[in-house]
T-cell receptor
């Protein structure tokens, strides 16, 4: 079992460029999440998906879109990257019974 | 709005000393989770507490959930260098338990 897999691990973008962060889990979890982590700000929820076909906004959704492609995959798209989106992004999935979140290894994004 | 505060923000100890981090919620929580994030790593689930006054132990780690279910603590006995990292607490958001509200974390440094 790979758990939660995120790609890419590192990315440098120029302001205005677009990109998609990919996330896949092989634990058959219904709920998946995208967080960003900035120094001193902790983990902030961008978007989440309670089940296949549904997505909802978190605390900081502006500038992002998501797609729950199927039960396994939940992608995060930046349509026009801004320097304020420089951050470490974590995808997570939730085990239904226990509520435990399983995190991917993170994607470190720098927007110049 | 709902807040989860963690103190201290940073803690520096000598190896072998004890360490405690405290988590205080502005609202009653149905449960609380603790995660550990090693430097450069991703958050890893440690434990979930559900019952009022609950105490759980994992080797040198002791977790407590307050009687009013608004406070929690993590105590590490005789710290080791492997304990280095940031410890986060998180609880369900009021009105939407699919989302978690996170503390900002306590960063622990251990001098060998």
């Amino acid at each position: 079992n790979a758990g939660v897999t995120q790609t890419p691990k590192f990315q440098v973008l120029k302001t205005g460029q677009s990109m998609t962060l990919q996330c896949a889990q092989d634990m058959n979890h219904n709920s998946m999440y995208w967080y960003r982590q900035d120094p001193g700000m902790g983990l902030r929820l961008i978007y989440y998906s309670a089940s296949e076909g549904t997505t909802d906004k978190g605390e900081v959704p502006n500038g992002y879109n998501v797609s729950r492609l199927n039960k396994r995959e939940f992608s995060l798209r930046l349509e026009s990257a801004a320097p304020s989106q420089t951050s470490v992004y974590f995808c997570a999935s939730k085990q239904g019974n226990t509520g435990e979140l399983f995190f991917g290894e993170g994607s470190r994004l720098t927007v110049l | 709005g709902q807040q989860v505060m963690q103190i201290p923000q940073y803690q520096h100890v000598q190896e072998g000393e004890d360490f405690t981090t405290y988590c205080n919620s502005s609202t009653t929580l149905s449960n609380i989770q603790w995660y550990k994030q090693r430097p450069g790593g991703h958050p890893v689930f440690l434990i979930q507490l559900v019952k009022s006054g609950e105490v759980k132990k994992q080797k040198r780690l002791t977790f407590q959930f307050g009687e009013a279910k608004k406070n929690s603590s993590l105590h590490i006995t005789a710290t080791q260098t492997t304990d280095v990292g940031t410890y986060f607490c998180a609880g369900p958001r009021a009105g939407n338990n699919r989302k978690l509200i996170w503390g900002l974390g306590t960063s622990l440094a251990v001098n060998p």
